[in-house]
């Protein structure tokens, strides 16, 4: 894939996640069916904070999201656990705005320079910024998904609960 390519994939992804979670109503993201781990705000700021810290944080060596968000979104955390207040809507759907035009700005025509420090996840080695945002992009299609399922799942309840009153 050129590095050209996955840019113009990140983008068209991150775009149609933009749509999707402007377009929904914010009463949503806080309920968890007991059969999922976690809701839709927990997996939008998971895989914006994953993003940070794999693009941002690993390349350029510094985090762009605001202070204790990764603490609230990284992997192992829910939101039973939280004892800071998450982002609203409106701050998520901004966030993922911003960091969009920062992975353009940034890594714009430098997706196919090689990693100081080259890693492995499981048995996937990682050379490449464009590899770095490729990865990304595949895990927050993974989490919006999962977003999606979620929310069938409540409105499932919600139709039953309507159904049966």
Sequence with gaps: ??????????????????????SLSEEYYDIQPIQFN???RWNIG????????????RITGSSRLPDGFVELFKGG??????????????E?????????DDINST??????EKLKDPFLIRDTSFVTIGDILAFVTIH??????T??????????LKTNTEINK
Excluded: C
């Design 1 to 22: 894939m050129s590095s050209n390519t996955t840019l113009k994939t990140a983008n068209y992804v991150r775009l149609n996640n933009i749509r999707k979670f402007e």
């Design 38 to 40: 976690n809701t839709i």
């Design 46 to 57: 998971h895989f914006m904070a994953i993003t940070d810290s794999m693009l941002f944080k």
């Design 77 to 90: 955390t829910k939101p039973s656990d939280w004892t800071l207040y998450p982002p609203s809507k409106v």
């Design 92 to 100: 998520l759907v901004q966030l993922l705005k911003i960091q969009l």
């Design 107 to 112: 890594f714009m025509g430098k997706l196919d």
């Design 140 to 145: 927050e299609v993974q989490h919006s998904t």
């Design 147 to 156: 977003t999606t399922y979620i929310l069938r799942e409540i409105q499932r």
